[in-house]
């Protein structure tokens, strides 16, 4: 709670092994949100934030995603209702079979994109592992960033060109963002300020329970603020998974 820099090198971010119990297991893991993404700084201080916008086109473009989906993603979360070049507001989606207005505010959940114009359910488990939705405006931790948001923060740069930056920082972590520039490959332009840092406020738990056929996962979005008591902003359980033979029908 103390530290001024989060790594994967701390405990939290060490895999356990899965505890075995009697017809079952359970699977517990700790991620940085903030090594993700975070999908509401498209919008900030309800304006656009070009810096935000142009890195997650990059995030898109990579995952072979139309990048244009970061126009509808903007309009979901602006206040306005004025509709941006290639995105949509209310009068797209009351027009659907089963109308809806447009949110005009900060997502709850990655879910939640599965209501914005253009996401399809099989582009959001795409982006999974790369993004989040945090309730207040948030800086990459580049101490914990996967390579393909790490490429992100940069115009261009593949993500194979970070792979030797990926593999010194579990000994070595950055201690300021001057250490995360300075290990860049050469004559690589440092991104913006505000898109990076080198700690984070938010975790993600995640609890896997298996016991015979049926599967349960619980997951937390966990606040840590700096001198006050860790705070669960949100706990969920998914719908039950089962598993089923080949030949089974329910």
């Keep these: 709670k103390d530290n001024k820099t989060d790594h994967l090198g701390e405990l939290w971010a060490k895999p356990l092994p899965p505890l075995p119990v009697e017809d079952g297991m359970i699977a517990f893991a700790v991620n940085d949100a903030q090594g993700r993404f975070n999908l509401n700084n498209l919008v900030r201080n309800g304006a656009p ?3 935000d916008i142009a890195m997650f086109q990059r995030l898109l473009t990579a995952q072979g995603i139309d990048p244009g989906l970061s126009e509808t993603l903007r309009d979901w979360l602006d206040p306005d209702s004025t509709v941006s070049q290639g995105g949509a507001e209310d009068i797209e989606y009351l027009s659907l079979p089963q109308p809806y207005r447009t949110a005009n505010q900060l997502l709850q ?8 114009k253009g ?7 795409k982006l999974r ?3 989040t939705a945090l309730p207040v405006p948030t800086t990459v931790n580049v101490n914990t960033a996967p390579d393909q948001v790490l490429a992100a923060l940069f115009t261009n740069l593949p993500a194979a ?4 930056v990926l593999d010194s920082r579990v000994n070595q972590p950055f201690a ?3 250490q995360f520039i300075a290990r860049l490959p050469s ?11 080198i700690n984070t406020g938010y975790f993600l738990v995640t609890i896997d329970i298996r016991y015979g056929r ?7 979005l966990i606040e840590r603020a700096s001198g006050k008591p860790a705070t669960v902003l949100w706990h969920r359980l998914p719908p039950l998974q089962f598993d089923t033979k080949p030949d089974e029908k329910t």
């Excluded at 990655?110 to 209501?115: F, I, P, S």
């Excluded at 060109?161 to 030797?164: D, E, K």
């Design 176 to 178: 300021d963002a001057a």
């Design 187 to 197: 004559g690589t332009p440092p991104p913006p300020a505000n898109l990076y840092g």
């Design 214 to 220: 049926l599967q349960r996962r619980t997951e937390a």
């Design 49 to 51: 934030s070009p810096p």
């Design 119 to 125: 996401f399809t359910a099989k582009t959001v488990e």
């Design 129 to 131: 592992p790369y993004v």
């Design 109 to 116: 959940s990655v879910d939640e994109l599965r209501l914005v």
């Design 161 to 164: 060109a970070l792979q030797p």
